[in-house]
Structures are given as C-alpha cells and as structure tokens.
Nanobody, 123 residues
C-alpha cells in the first residue's frame, strides 16, 4: 500500500483559498483512484472529493461543489485539492485516502490514510 503525506493546510479568512497536496510513495500511484475526506471536531469523518485513477472522472460532496477542485499529477505522484470561497464550516482536518485500483473514485474510503493536515477558516 502507498504511504500518503498531506500538506498545505493553514489558517485562512472566510472567502479565501488554500491548495492541499497529498504526496504518495510507490510506483503504482497512477493506477489508483484517490480521495479527500475531512473531520471536524466532534464530528465523523466525511467525504469531500474523489478522482479516478486516470484523472478523467471526479465527484464531490454537495457541500463543496463549485468551490473545491480535485486534481492529480501522476508524474509527481501527487493529488491536490484546490479550495476556494472557504467558509468557517470547512474547518477540519483534511485527509488523503487511497481509493480502488483502476477505480473511478467513490465516497467509500479504504483503510489507507495520510496523517492529515489542519484547515482553519476564520469568520
């Protein structure tokens, strides 16, 4: 399984933007769907976005549609989450997740996670 390392979190004002990165180890990254999930204090971890192994298909939680964009660079073994128009409700720890092999990417996570990166949006 891959090792995943997230980065790019921080403190931002409402309406601002951040770009999260998830760097993956291993030579098979390009064959796996990838996803982003988040967990706010006192809440369960929830799906944010997923991208297919080829990058040709994406899906998003309704709460982030039109504001967040997931993308991947298979040459760099990295998946990104561009977050625009951030709201205080987006405050959470964001986690990268390895999806299924040759999968389109879904909201059902595997058991392969990164350590997470904190995103805090102030009002």
């Amino acid at each position: 399984q891959m090792q995943l390392v997230e980065s790019g979190g921080g403190l931002v004002q409402a309406g601002g933007s951040l770009r999260l990165s998830c760097a993956a180890s291993g030579r098979t990254f390009s064959t796996y769907a990838m996803g982003w999930f988040r967990q706010a204090p006192g809440k369960e971890r929830e799906f944010v976005a997923a991208i297919s192994w080829s990058g040709g298909s994406t899906n998003y939680a309704d709460s982030v549609k039109g504001r967040f964009t997931i993308s991947r660079d298979n040459a760099r073994n990295t998946v990104y989450l561009q977050m625009n128009s951030l709201k205080p409700m987006d405050t959470a720890v964001y986690y990268c997740n390895q999806g299924g092999r040759f999968s389109v990417g879904t909201s059902n996570p595997s058991n392969v996670w990164g350590q997470g990166t904190q995103v805090t949006v102030s009002s």
